[in-house]
Structure formats: C-alpha cells, structure tokens
C-alpha cells in the first residue's frame, strides 16, 4: 500500500511538474517569438528609413545636376547673348543720331536683365553657393525679392557665425529658398522678417512673413512643406512652423554646427 | 502555517497595490481585484471554519473563482470568442450539476473534480489570450501590459493543480501523510499566481489613446 501511494504521489509530482514546465516553455516561447518579431520589425523600418534617405539623396543630386546646367546654360547661352545685344546697342548708339532715349532705355533694361540673370545663375549653382558664405546667398536672395519692388525684406544676423559643412549648407540654403519661393507663391505677403541667430552651437534662422497664414492643423502638407521637411531631416536639423490664419506665417530651422576639423578638406 | 501566512500577506500586498494603482489598472485587473478579495475572505474562514465545511468553502470558492475568471477573460479577449468563454462556463456548470446529481453530497466531500474542469477551462482561455498576444501589433509592449503576467501565473497554476485536485481525495485516503507532504506544492503555485499577480498589478496602465 506504501509503495502503492509512493507511486500515486510521483505520478503527481511529476505530471505537475511536467504541466508547469509545457506553462513555462510557453511563457518563454511566446517572449522569444515577440522578441524576434520586434528585431524584424525593427530592422524592416531601419531599412526603408535608409533608403528614403537614399532616395532623397537620388532626387536633390539630380535636382542640384539640374541646377548646375541651367545655370551654366543661362551663364554661358543666354548671358552671351543678352551682353551680344547691349554691346550692338551701344555700337548701335555710337552711329546712330536719332532716338538716344529709347536706345539707352534698352541698355538699361538690358542691364538689369543681365544682371538678374546673372543672381539667377548664382543661386542655381551648386558650386558657387557650397563656396559662399550662407549669409551672402541669402542677401542676395533678399535682394532679388526687394527688386520686384512687391516685397520688402529685412536681413538681421546675431552672434558669432560657425563652421556648417558644404553640403549640409546647400541643403539649408535649398531649404531657405523653397520656403521663400512658398512666400512669393502663396503668402501674398509684402514684408519678409529674416533672421539668424548663432547661440552656443545652434544656428535658428527664422522666416516671418506678414501674409495670409494658415491653421496648421487642419492644412495638409503641400510639396513645398514636405520638401522642407524631409530635407531638413537629411541635414539632422529641425524645422518648425507658426502660423495662424489672417496673422502670417514663422519657419523656424534649427541646425546645429560642424565640427570644423572633419569638415571639408 | 509559515506559507500559509506568506500566501495571505501575498494576496493583500495585491489588494493594497490595486488599491492605490486602482485609476492606473484596466478594468479586465479591476475584476481580477474581486477575485482576489473574494479568495481571501475564503481562505479566513477555511482556516478558522470546523473541518466538515472547509470542502463546501472550497467547493463554493471553486464556482465563484471560475465566474469572475469568466468575467475576467469575457473582458480581456476578442468578442468573437465570447462562444468558447460560454462554452467553457456552461461545461462547468453542467459538469458540476451532473456531479451533485449523481452525489447529492458531492459539495461536502473533498473530491475535487469541479476543480479539474475549472482548471481546463482556464488552461483553454489562458491558451486563447496568448493566441490573441502573439497576433497584436508589434508596438505593443507586452512587459506593461499587466494581463501578460496575470496570464503567466494562469498558464503555470492553472495546469500545474489539475492533478492535485483530481487526485486530492483519493491520496487522502490512501496516504494521508503523503498528502500532507505534497501540499506545499499547492502553497508553491499559489505564490507563484499571487506573485505574477501583484506583478501584474504592479506594471499595468491604462495606454493613452496616441495623436498620429
């Protein structure tokens, strides 16, 4: 009878033990499996992220190519011939005796045109504003809008300018003309606020205009919007917008310095 | 008696950290905080009760445990496995009915078999509630989620006393020194569940709904 109820209290114990254990590896099992599922998981998002980046990358290298031709065409094509038609104006000027005027209101609006073309291409090539200083492209930026005589722009820069890596400034200075370019287009501003202030190691460049505004929450992202924010992801800066119907618009970008020695060689 | 007295304090640390985490605790752990209250009362009066009522306590704490597991789970799972949760109550209860009519005193005897039925029973929605875990979004933090742990404590206690109840009456009788030994294995899951419990408790919040 002992041995009997020896054996009934094995069987317990070890059927227990053996249903406890099937409830143990379960538990486990089930940790393991979500573990795995969230690394996949992770690195499917880590992978679309890179290649959203190397999209992106793909599109403003093609746009920048873009750029640089249109602006060497314009330079090259289209500024030869303006300078072509100013200098047979003048040859033009030199032998004729009859209207001075009009021949000399030609050269001057062949003047402008020559020297706008001449800010167009600038800001189109990517060279030339990967070597500027940022402040120098958006003066003249600025100073292109003042020129339409439907803007007035103002231009304040506070503290000490730092070191910011070519190709992350091409991208601010990308950043800064599409947001401007959305002022022109739908704004319908007269008075641009444009400012820089370097504190510590933080560049906030803010954008204020005086036009219409917008409820930026009910408004859906446009293509400038987004372009402004997803270049402003690749430059790791930030981007923020105020703005309320009736009472303007402000873009702030925040982007952070370069350390100087891994900047360009 | 020294687990004994752990087991209790167990299940009031439970009810205190329910207490004060109650605004924080979902309702499926607000049910679960009745049970608990529920087994203590049980457990106070099996202790001090005459030894002929302490099979009718457990009896009665055994129907009771599996309707509050059902409004538990009834609260926990998807709707459309309301079927199995019914199914499993209504197999219960005619289970335990068929068990009294064939032995009228059936709830005087220490013959645990309604306890093996709640055991299934539990055992199968524990399985349905882990089936719908490994299904959710991936974003979904299962360490806060404090219906993870109470179901961990299910999982192991639920199965782990199947052969204890099924078998309780008849090692009695056969070896009631044997008994007394395994008896710690009882206390052992139950401050196991207790402990996964008070975890549970301890870990669950209420999500906040997410602005995307």
Redesign the interface.
């Known amino acids: 009878?002992?041995k009997?109820?020896?054996e009934?209290?094995i069987?317990?114990?070890g059927?227990?033990a053996i249903?406890?254990f099937?409830?143990?590896t379960?538990?486990f099992l089930?940790?393991i499996?979500?573990r795995k599922?969230?690394e996949y998981?992770n690195q499917k998002l880590l992978l679309q992220e890179n290649f959203r980046k190397e999209l992106l990358q793909a599109q403003l290298e093609t746009q920048e190519q873009t750029f640089h031709s249109l602006s060497q065409e314009l330079h090259d094509n289209i500024g030869q011939l303006l300078s072509l038609a100013k200098l047979n104006m003048s040859l033009i000027e030199m032998t004729s005796t009859d209207n001075h005027e009009s021949i000399s209101q030609t050269k001057d609006l062949l003047n402008t045109a020559i020297s706008d073309l001449r800010d167009i291409s600038k800001t189109l090539n990517t060279e030339y504003v990967k070597e500027k200083d940022i402040k120098e492209s958006i003066e003249r930026e600025l100073a292109m809008l003042r020129r339409t005589r439907k803007f007035e722009a103002d231009f304040v820069i506070t503290g000490t300018p730092f070191f910011i890596k070519a190709e992350r400034r091409l991208i601010l200075y990308r950043i800064i003309q599409e947001s401007l370019n959305n002022i022109v287009k739908h704004a319908g501003a007269t008075r641009i606020c444009f400012s820089m202030d370097y504190v510590d190691d933080i560049l906030t460049i803010n954008i204020r205009d005086n036009g219409v505004g917008f409820d930026v929450q009910s408004t859906p992202n446009g293509v400038g919007l987004l372009n402004i924010k997803q270049r402003s992801a690749m430059i790791d800066s930030k981007v923020k917008i105020e703005s309320k119907p009736g009472r303007g618009t402000t873009l702030s970008i925040f982007i952070s310095k370069d350390d100087e020695e891994l900047g360009e060689a | 008696m020294l687990l004994w007295i752990i087991y209790i304090l167990l299940i009031i640390s439970n009810l205190t950290v329910a207490i004060v985490r109650w605004r924080q605790l979902r309702t499926p752990l607000k049910i679960l905080f009745g049970l608990l209250a529920w087994v203590l009362i049980v457990e106070l009066l099996r202790r001090y009760c005459d030894e002929k009522w302490k099979p009718l306590l457990t009896h009665l704490n055994i129907s009771t445990e599996i309707l509050f597991q059902f409004s538990y789970f009834r609260m926990l799972l998807h709707k459309r496995k309301y079927p199995v949760l019914l199914g499993g109550i209504i197999f219960f209860y005619t289970a335990l009915f068929l068990a009294w009519y064939t032995e009228h005193d059936f709830f005087m005897h220490s013959y645990f078999l309604d306890g093996v039925f709640m055991d299934l029973c539990i055992t199968l929605w524990t399985g349905l509630f882990f089936y719908e875990l490994i299904q959710k979004p991936l974003q979904y933090n299962i360490n806060r989620d404090g219906n993870f742990w109470v179901n961990c404590g299910n999982i192991l206690y639920y199965p782990g006393t199947l052969l204890l109840f099924g078998l309780n009456s008849y090692m009695k009788n056969v070896s009631p020194d044997l008994w007394d030994r395994l008896r710690p294995l009882n206390y052992g899951l139950n401050l196991t569940i207790y402990a996964l419990y008070l975890l549970a408790f301890l870990m669950d919040r209420k999500r906040k709904p997410k602005m995307l």
Do not use: P, T
Request: hydrophobic share 60%.
């Open positions: 009878m002992n009997h109820s020896n009934i209290a069987a317990i114990l059927g227990s249903l406890i099937l409830g143990f379960l538990i089930i940790i499996y979500r599922q969230k998981f």
